[in-house]
């Protein structure tokens, strides 16, 4: 926001009483017939209203002129203002992929309906993710297993399980022994409403479009504006050999998905030129997995504190809060941990070591995770 030290020499607001004294003194000064200005009378009262409208007014143009500039306006007023760069703000998507149906029984043909229900158990706080069948789909007869695609229930990054979570089948489906999301299920990401500070950045990045030459802002800029992507990295430094670049993308997931690639090329394809070679690619996931202890006070109760400490360190670890992608500080966990759990007195690590920090197109997430809980004290 503009300061309003730079806002009040540009458009001060008086000050009600004192602009009220103002005019009373100009209307004196000019021997104006009425001279009647108490409180309560019918003419103090008709400039009141005028005063109080003026006041409002200035106070409306002080809003304009804030929101006049890109790095300063309000979120409504930003999203008005983004098609003059040729911009819009990404969408919300819900999450698509695939569970897999495991049977013990499966001489005979099953069909998995239209609208079906999955889901996952409850997290710390009750909540289930929920995903329903997008096409009827059959499990021939003679299948062990089978795939149908789903749909999340609603949109957001939160729906980009890592596999293994969706597990139970709301409606009971004869010989299937087990239902899950397996590693790389996820067809489509999801993702939330575009962060409105990450808009307001892309925004302003929109003059490296107008660059005549395909630059490498100008490719992530434009490779960007895609929903479902979080972050994009260019090696334009001849990768694979002369004319080679390679455009590496973070999904909202994390590992860019086929679909998502194929979008992203469609997007930025008008910027290769006839000698040029594009590489569309996923940044490198790696899992990494975390075990600690958790140190309460001494006579504090651990119940419930594990299933909260997991909720804590899976919420911080989500890709769309991070800052650095490629990097894991022990810190920052320790920090959200004493923060969320009000006796924590402190926090080991046996996973991992030392801090992790990777190379930019390298992504850090979450793999299995270990918590202990222990009274200070305690064995």
């Not at 929903?227 to 670049?245: K, M, W, Y």
Request: proline residues 2%; aromatic residues 8%; hydrophobic residues 35%.
């Amino acid at each position: 926001m503009i300061s309003e030290e730079i806002l009040d020499k540009v458009c001060p607001v008086p000050d009600e009483d004192e602009e009220m004294e103002r005019i009373r003194n100009e209307l004196e000064n000019e021997g104006f017939i009425i001279n009647n200005f108490n409180k309560g009378g019918i003419f103090y009262l008709i400039i009141r209203i005028f005063v109080t409208i003026y006041i409002e007014i200035k106070t409306l143009a002080r809003t304009v002129i804030n929101n006049l500039f890109i790095k300063h306006a309000d979120e409504d007023w930003l999203e008005i203002k983004a098609p003059d760069f040729g911009k819009t703000r990404k969408e919300a998507v819900k999450a698509q992929g695939y569970v897999t149906i495991y049977r013990n029984e499966y001489q005979n043909a099953l069909q998995i309906t239209k609208g079906h229900m999955f889901k996952t158990l409850p997290d710390v706080n009750g909540k289930e993710l929920k995903y329903y069948v997008l096409e009827t789909t059959v499990i021939g007869a003679g299948e062990e297993s089978g795939r149908v695609l789903v749909e999340a229930e609603e949109s957001g990054t939160s729906y980009n399980l890592s596999s293994g979570k969706i597990t139970i089948s709301m409606i009971h489906l004869d010989g299937v022994e087990a239902v899950s999301n397996e590693e790389g299920w996820l067809y489509l990401e999801g993702s939330d409403i575009e962060d409105i500070e990450d808009f307001r950045e892309r925004i302003g990045e929109s003059w490296s479009e107008l660059a005549e030459l395909t630059t490498e802002d100008k490719l992530k800029n434009v490779a960007r504006k895609v929903s479902g992507v979080l972050n994009v990295e260019v090696d334009a430094q001849h990768p694979r050999g002369q004319g080679t670049t390679d455009i590496i993308i973070t999904g909202t997931g994390g590992e860019a998905t086929k679909e998502l690639l194929q979008r992203v090329e469609t997007a930025t394809s008008y910027l290769k030129g006839n000698y040029d070679d594009f590489l569309y690619k996923s940044s490198t996931v790696i899992r990494q997995d975390i075990s600690l202890t958790i140190y309460i006070s001494k006579e504090a109760s651990t119940t419930g504190v594990k299933a909260t400490a997991e909720h804590i360190i899976e919420d911080v670890l989500q890709l769309g809060k991070r800052e650095e992608l490629n990097c894991l500080y022990m810190d920052d966990v320790r920090y959200a941990l004493k923060k969320g759990i009000a006796d924590c007195k402190r926090v080991e690590f046996s996973k991992p070591a030392a801090d992790i920090e990777k190379e930019k197109d390298v992504v850090v997430m979450l793999g299995s995770l270990e918590v202990e809980v222990l009274n200070v004290g305690g064995a």
